[in-house]
């Protein structure tokens, strides 16, 4: 009921994650952070939820989140692989570009994990594949989820390390064991590769761009190189989002973050790109002795930035709306940067890696076959 929803939230707290008991690919999920808003999305989501009870998760806002692709026979365990996604916890991992090996985690960390994985496909028994996801925060690793099956990475983590996982994978089923094998461990590997989805809001341009537990991809790419930057690049221009290497640049990001985008428009103003910004974002940046102009936001006034976007202004949108009523105000942002095919970047940690890429932008790309990687 609907009292006793609300009653959960209070004893939680928000902001939390609601969703129905049984859904694919994040179907009807949404991170809600008012009372007000849980209220309304038990009212939108009642088609979905009929006759089944609603879930109420707490949500780690701002976690690392890390997908594990392992194979088990009963006995061994093997780790495929261990990715990180780019975007932060809260983000369906179906969505979020992911980078392996993981690019930011203490030793500590990584062999919790290990251990975790390992524990969990012996006491489940699982003969072949099993995906976990797992969130990092103030030191602490929380298992989000356990999937004893494949998983929609194991393409990527096969073609990353050159193990067939798959392939394995169904050996164990028909009884081989793994100490039979010799399988390559996964974080031998000299190489970084990042899986990047492809979104489709150009064929959806009513569709909201803004990245949540319902997933919104219709396909992946991967990105292949000695560094992560360079990795981060080829995969972004390979789902068909060129990062420009100068122009202008607007960033408009909530509260929580602006502190944390300072480095990133700092790193932009010195590589060359005006900054322009929400009036409250510019004046931290001012602060912070980083050149800024403000310019509207959507309902402010005029011009506005989506103005400037539709006027050939703006080249690149940092924006990170916090709070529904937040997004819903940013909306226009979004569609005007998909009729100019704008990139659009909606959490720092993307930016992170945007500018990573960005200086390496006038790097002449080499092109390897996979193959070559394997060596």
Known sequence: TLDEVLAVAERIGFPLLARPSYVLGGRAMEIVYSREQLIDYIARSADVT????????????????????????????HIGGIMQHIEEAGIH??????????????????????????????????????????????????????????????????????VPLARIATKLANGVKLKDMDLKQWDKIDHIAVKEAVLPFNKFPSESIFLSPEMKSTGEVMGISDTFGQSFRRASISAGNIIPDSGTVFVSVNDADKMDVIPIARDLHEIGFKVVATIGTTTELRRNGIPSESVYKVGEGRPNVVDG??????NLVINTPLGAQSRYDEEAIGR????????????????????????????????????????
């Open 336 to 375: 005007a940067c998909i009729q100019k095919g704008i990139v659009a970047i909606t959490t720092l940690s993307g930016a992170e890696a945007a500018v990573r890429a960005i200086r390496l932008a006038n790097r002449k790309i080499t092109v390897k076959s996979i193959q070559e990687y394997h060596k």
């Open 93 to 162: 991992s179906g969505d979020s570009a992911c980078v392996l090996p993981p690019y930011r985690i203490t030793t500590e960390a990584m062999d919790e994990i290990v251990r975790i994985t390992k524990a969990l496909a012996l006491e489940l028994n699982v003969v072949g594949l099993i995906n976990l996801q797992f969130a990092y925060k103030d030191g602490q690793v929380y298992v989000l989820e356990v999937n004893p099956r494949a998983s929609r990475t194991v393409p990527f983590v096969s073609k990353a390390t050159n």
């Open 309 to 314: 976007i539709k006027n050939d202004e703006i």
């Open 50 to 77: 009929e006759g089944h009870p609603i879930l109420i998760d707490e949500f780690l806002e701002d976690a690392f989140e890390f997908d594990v692709d392992a194979l088990c026979d009963g006995v061994t365990v």
